[in-house]
């Protein structure tokens, strides 16, 4: 069965903090990883991830992925209260690319 | 262009109720989702349809039927509603099935 970890669960961080995320899996046929933010409504996409150690980068955000020992991690530098939000990573795999979430990360970036 | 859309955003049923959510996507994505999301669990996949004409069971399909009526739109549908089922779903498209899944709002569900 596919496996999708996510830790910490939960994260609470004051303004201006870095973050590192982290998301463990365990899937056959392992095709990419997909990290979402979910503020109040639906899962917005951040970054698919496919190769090892290219580090994909937006803004303040990075991840990188590490295919060997099956991990990804999502950093968040100078957070800001905006970036308060669960943080879903997703792996997609199998025959019929089937996407496998993690349980998310709520961040909470007080002021 | 509106992405994927959902509806209704929020509903309440009795047991026993039936009703279908609906979902519309304008992207010309050929691959369409249906999930639910409970507290604790993370999303989970109830049906998928790879392409127009073609729908397959997820991980929790049980209670639940699907129509791909074309390649915008995508329903899902509760026969016989139960306190279980009681969930927020959501909706998603991808260009492919391996391509990147886009979603839609939601819809807020409760069973009484």
């Known amino acids: 069965e596919d496996k999708v970890v996510q830790s910490p669960l939960s994260l609470v961080v004051h303004e201006g903090d870095t973050v590192t995320l982290n998301c463990s899996y365990e899937?056959?046929?392992?095709?990419?990883l997909l990290w979402y933010k979910q503020e109040k409504k639906a899962p917005t996409f951040l970054f698919m991830l496919?190769?090892?150690?290219i580090e994909k980068k937006s803004g303040r955000l990075s991840s990188i992925l590490d295919k060997k020992e099956l991990f990804s991690i999502l950093n968040i530098t100078a957070t800001q209260t905006g970036d308060s939000a669960i943080y879903l990573c997703a792996v997609m795999g199998g025959s019929n690319y089937k996407l496998t979430f993690g349980k998310g990360t709520l961040l909470t970036v007080n002021p | 262009n509106a992405g994927v859309t959902q509806t209704p955003k929020f509903q309440v049923l009795k047991t026993g109720q039936s009703m279908t959510l609906q979902c519309a996507q304008d992207m010309n994505h050929n691959s369409m989702y249906w999930y639910r999301q409970d507290p604790g669990m993370g999303l989970r996949l109830i049906y998928y349809?790879?392409?127009?004409?073609?729908?397959d069971k997820g991980e929790v399909p049980n209670g639940y039927n699907v129509s791909r009526l074309n390649k915008r739109e995508f329903s899902l549908r509760l026969e016989s509603a139960a306190p279980s089922q009681t969930s927020v779903y959501f909706c998603a498209s991808s260009r492919t099935s391996g391509d990147t899944q886009y979603f839609g709002p939601g819809t807020r569900l409760t069973v009484l």
């Open positions: 349809s790879a392409s127009e004409g073609t729908t």
């Open positions: 899937v056959t046929n392992f095709r990419s």
């Open positions: 496919t190769s090892s150690g």
